[in-house]
C-alpha cells in the first residue's frame, strides 16, 4: 500500500483513493468507507482527497460500482467453466452455477459483497427500458438461454429474475451474517444445493436433467 511519502501527480490521485478504498472496504464493509481513513492511507491530505470526491458518498458510490462489478466477473468466471455440450443441460447447469458463484462470493468477500449494494447500480431496473448490467445481467442471461431452449416457459421467464435473485441473495444473507452464518461449511453447501433444488423446481419442473451433472 502506498505510504505517506511517495509522492502522487495530480492526474492519478483519483484511481489510488478509489484502490485504497476497496481495499478498505473488503475488510470493513461500506461503513468503513470514510474520506478521511482512505486519504490517510492513501497518504495524502484529506483536501486532497475532497478535490477528487465531493463526499463521502461519491467515493462509496464508486467503490460500490467497482464491488458490483467483481461479483460480475466471479459469477461470469464461474459459469464459464460449464462444459456441457446438451444446450437444456448446458442452460440449468449454468443457472446453479450463478448461485453458487453469488454465493461464494458473499462468504469470501463479505466485505465487499455487502459494499456491491449500497449504490443504485446494485440495484435492478424498475422499468423495460432501463439497462440491465452487472450481476443482474448475468442472471437474466442464464435465464433467457433456459428460455432460447425450451426448458422455461415465457410465462415462468415473466419475474423470475427477481424471484431467483431473492433467493440467493437471502441464501447469502442468512449463512454470511445472520443466524446461519455458524453452519459447518459441509452443512452449509448442502443447504445451497436444496435452495438451488427449490429454484429448479420451481422454474422447470422436475430435477432429473441435474442427475449426471456435477455437483
Known amino acids: 500500500m502506498p505510504g505517506p511519502s511517495q509522492p502522487y501527480h495530480h492526474g492519478n490521485l483519483r484511481p489510488v483513493l478509489v484502490d485504497t478504498a476497496v481495499e478498505l472496504a473488503r475488510s470493513t464493509g461500506p461503513d468503513g468507507v470514510v ?4 486519504a490517510r ?16 458518498a461519491a467515493l462509496l458510490e464508486e467503490v460500490s460500482d467497482r464491488a458490483y462489478d467483481d461479483l460480475e466477473t466471479a459469477m461470469r468466471e464461474r459459469i464459464a467453466t460449464v462444459r ?7 442452460a440449468v447447469a449454468r443457472l446453479r452455477e ?9 462468504l ?3 466485505g465487499l459483497f455487502a459494499t456491491a449494494f449500497t449504490s443504485p447500480a446494485g440495484s435492478p431496473p424498475h422499468s423495460a427500458t432501463e439497462e440491465l448490467t452487472g450481476p443482474y445481467l448475468v442472471l ?4 433467457d438461454e ?10 415462468l421467464r415473466q419475474g423470475a429474475d427477481v424471484g431467483c435473485w431473492a433467493m440467493v441473495h437471502g441464501f447469502a444473507e442468512l ?41
Do not use: K, M
Open 98 to 106: 450463478t448461485g453458487r458463484a453469488y454465493v461464494a462470493f458473499a
Open 140 to 143: 437474466n442471461t442464464v435465464l
Open 146 to 155: 433456459l428460455v432460447d431452449c425450451g426448458a422455461l416457459s415465457p410465462e
Open 84 to 90: 456441457e455440450r446438451d444446450p437444456r443441460a448446458r
Open 35 to 38: 474520506l478521511r481513513e482512505v
Open 175 to 215: 449463512v454470511g451474517t445472520g443466524p446461519l452464518r455458524q453452519v459447518p461449511a459441509e452443512v452449509r453447501e448442502v443447504l445451497l444445493e436444496s435452495v438451488l433444488d427449490l429454484v429448479h423446481r420451481g422454474l422447470l419442473g422436475d430435477l432429473g436433467v441435474i442427475g449426471s451433472l456435477p455437483g
Open 108 to 110: 469470501a468477500e463479505p
Open 41 to 56: 492511507r492513501a497518504g495524502v491530505s484529506h483536501n486532497a482527497a475532497y478535490r477528487h470526491f465531493a463526499d463521502r
